[in-house]
């Protein structure tokens, strides 16, 4: 079975502080993607990368930053100069690439890490 | 132009009632999902819809019914209210099941007195 672990149940940064944001996966399928969301203090879910397991590339996306480590099986989201505005809970996912017996696509979401950005 | 959007964003209601909630998606995708939020903000789906066919039902109690009448529209129906019911009700849709990302909706936040 599909688990995601976020160990960081609560981070707390002051303002321009680069900030790392844990996530580590368990899966038996070779093939699969992996996703980071976040929950700003409104509710609302926003969708922030999507990363399938042969790419093991890093990606930058402004202050945004995510690291990828197959033979860890982490894949580790960092925000460069914290900004209040990036408080919120932020989610890492884990989806299977080819549905199973037609089971869809379905999403294991880790337990989430709240971020607190001071100013 | 909301891509996936729910109604009500707000649900008060008395243990044993009847409510529904709907959602609806105008981005053209063939399959949409429900989640359940709890009260410590974990995430786990209830539902999944492709092209209105049910996909995924995980283990949730028969008071909880989805129906999907076309491919943007999946409401979700729930008789005989609990308190632990109590939560907060995710719509998302994906272009197709399998691969792609799924988009969430605003959410629907259920109180059950």
């Known amino acids: 079975a599909q688990k995601v672990t976020q160990a960081q149940t609560e981070i707390s940064v002051v303002e321009k502080e680069d900030v790392t944001l844990d996530c580590v996966y368990e899966t038996r399928d070779t093939t699969y993607y992996l996703f980071w969301y976040k929950q700003p203090p409104s509710g609302e879910l926003v969708f922030l990368i999507r990363r399938n397991s042969f790419d093991e590339q890093n990606e930058i996306s402004g202050r945004y930053s995510w690291n990828f480590q197959k033979s860890t099986s982490s894949f580790n989201f960092t925000i460069t100069a914290s900004q209040v505005v990036d408080s919120a809970v932020y989610f890492c996912a884990l989806s299977e690439a080819v549905p199973l017996n037609n089971a869809g696509n379905m999403l294991t979401f880790g337990g989430g890490t709240r971020l607190m950005v001071k100013p | 132009d909301t891509a996936v959007s729910q109604t009500p964003k707000y649900l008060v209601t008395q243990m044993g009632n009847d409510k529904s909630i709907k959602c609806e998606q105008n981005?053209?995708?063939?399959?949409m999902y429900w989640y359940k939020q709890d009260s410590k903000k974990f995430l786990k789906i209830m539902f999944s819809y492709n092209n209105k066919e049910l996909i995924i039902n995980e283990t949730v109690p028969n008071r909880f019914s989805p129906k999907s009448p076309d491919k943007a529209h999946l409401n979700l129906h729930i008789n005989s209210l609990e308190l632990g019911d109590s939560a907060v009700y995710f719509c998302?849709?994906?272009?197709?099941?399998?691969?792609?990302?799924?988009?969430f909706g605003p959410g629907t936040r259920l109180l059950v007195l």
């Open positions: 981005l053209g995708h063939d399959t």
């Open positions: 998302a849709s994906s272009l197709r099941q399998g691969r792609e990302t799924q988009y």
